[in-house]
């Protein structure tokens, strides 16, 4: 696996490349409608609460660590979720309120304290899936060697694990897309990846910059996406503090693990040529 970070802590560009609004309804007429039994309702069942509001989340819990992808093969064969941020992006508080356990993913105040593949288990709905938090990127404190071994960590899982249904990359609402999401993007589009571009820290933006923020995102998107025929890489704005956003991430979450589990797997890596045609 060749070298990935830079001296910065950067992936460099040429190498990962190389890798890489409903009308009023009619009054209805009853008496001219047969009698409904005492068994049924004229009304249309309510959906369960649950399902109503937000997916049931249930036995979420830590399971393993590894250095790479082949520390995970005593892993049941469900989807996995990776996520994918900066190292002071918000991507532990994500997790917890993914999968609904404060605490459960260590925070911290020093960016870069994930240096493994961590994987967390949990349930949405009856769907079991996993998460995977990889290593965060750009400002740890680590040596040149360290920060080039995650690298070589993360691309060897992206690339490697055949349960790979999403990847998550978070975006700061205040920082936007910086050259290691570029880049990311890029490559894992080489690889047929399916991904979203979840942006955090919403609650941290004034409440009239939000919508903007998010909107211009997904311009920014779609321009990338347009010269290559692609569709654009669906974006949802997400705050931990309020849970803004989360329910709808749960929701994408699980429809991916879904599609992937009706997917017949690929015979082999995708080039960039065949991913963009």
Known sequence: MPETLNQTGALSRTKLRLMVKESTPPKRNLAAEPAVSKQHSAREPKPPASQARDLNVADSRFVISATNNAGLVSLEA???????????????????????????????????????????????????????????????????????????????YLSESPELALVLILIDSRRGIGPFEDQLIDWLQ?????????????????????????????????????????????????????????PNLRSRCLRAALTHLTTPPSSGVVTATEAHA
Do not use: H
């Open 190 to 246: 080489t690889q047929a990846r399916s991904m979203e571009i979840v942006v955090t820290k919403l609650d941290k933006l004034p409440k009239a910059r939000q919508k903007p923020t998010t909107a211009a995102l997904k311009k920014e998107l779609k321009a990338r996406a347009e010269p290559m025929a692609l569709s654009p890489i669906p974006l949802v704005g997400t705050s931990s503090a309020t849970g803004e956003g989360i």
């Open 78 to 156: 469900w989807p996995q979720i990776a996520v994918a941020g900066a190292s002071n992006v918000g991507k532990s508080s994500l997790l917890n309120a993914l999968l609904g356990r404060k605490g459960l993913v260590r925070t911290s105040k020093s960016p870069g304290c994930t240096r493994l593949l961590n994987v967390f288990g949990v349930s949405f709905g009856t769907q079991p899936l996993y998460f995977v938090d990889l290593p965060g990127y750009g400002y740890a404190a680590r040596s040149k060697s360290e920060r080039r071994e995650w690298g070589e960590s993360i691309d060897s």
